[in-house]
Nanobody, 120 residues
Framework: QVQLVESGGGLVQAGGSLRLSCAASGIIVRINTMAWYRQAPGKQRELVAL???????NYADAVKGRFTISRDNTKNTVYLQMNTLKAEDTAVYYC??????????????WGQGTQVTVSS
């Protein structure tokens, strides 16, 4: 069974920084794309950033220049460094991973979410 466990959320003042982590555990052959999504109250879940197995990255326009996604394949972990946070960044942040498991099984998995609250 695969699990994604996020950590690092919390309350921060506008202009501050937070670093989210998401560790994947279980029988994993290869982690392909990893991503962070967020969902604010009353809004749809949206892609924040993704990083491919080749470490190519893509960001939502709203976070470009402020957020940085990275990964450590030795730890099966993806990070999201969030700087210059704004009140509109307040949301539950979810980790997502596209994984290859034994026997060629490939699946998409979600973490439980971590709350990020930015006070203005």
């Amino acid at each position: 069974q695969v699990q994604l466990v996020e950590s690092g959320g919390g309350l921060v003042q506008a202009g501050g920084s937070l670093r989210l982590s998401c560790a994947a555990s279980g029988i994993i052959v290869r982690i392909n794309t990893m991503a962070w999504y967020r969902q604010a109250p009353g809004k749809q879940r949206e892609l924040v950033a993704l990083i491919t197995s080749g470490e190519g990255t893509n960001y939502a326009d709203a976070v470009k220049g402020r957020f940085t996604i990275s990964r450590d394949n030795t730890k099966n972990t993806v990070y999201l460094q969030m700087n210059t946070l704004k009140a509109e960044d307040t949301a539950v942040y979810y980790c997502n991973a596209d994984l290859s498991r034994l026997l060629g099984v490939r699946g998409n998995y979600w973490g439980q979410g971590t709350q990020v609250t930015v006070s203005s």
